[in-house]
């Protein structure tokens, strides 16, 4: 599967996923689960946007692409950067509030308008 597919299909999944009712899991958990594929979907749409990034070697690929980001285009580093530190929270603290208010409609809409 390649990038651009993938990345499309992560963001389908979040978008879906946002709209269904689960009983047995909490809003935090929904919004945690969204926001990482929101982030993912990003993340592999700027693979297929910057190919070269995907065949370097070394772990720095997503700070790789925030650096592109912040020289190329402001809206979508801060897209990316806001989406970062939200998955890293939402993966990785469990224990902790949201590092800032969450609007998850709205990363849905910027996430959905930049892939399509």
Do not use: C
Request: glycine residues 2%.
């Amino acid at each position: 599967m390649d990038s651009q597919v993938y990345a499309q299909e992560l963001n389908s999944f979040a978008f879906n996923f946002n709209r269904t009712d689960i009983d047995y899991i909490s809003i935090e958990t929904k919004e945690r689960v969204v926001i990482s594929k929101l982030y993912y979907a990003l993340l592999h749409y700027y693979f297929m946007k910057y190919p070269n990034i995907v065949t370097s070697t070394g772990g720095q690929k997503h700070e790789t692409i925030l650096r592109i980001l912040q020289k190329e285009n402001d809206m979508e580093y801060r897209l990316f950067s806001k989406l970062k530190r939200l998955r890293e929270w939402a993966d990785y603290y469990p224990l902790n509030n949201t590092p800032f208010p969450l609007n998850i409609a709205n990363l849905l809409h910027q996430v959905n308008r930049l892939l399509t």
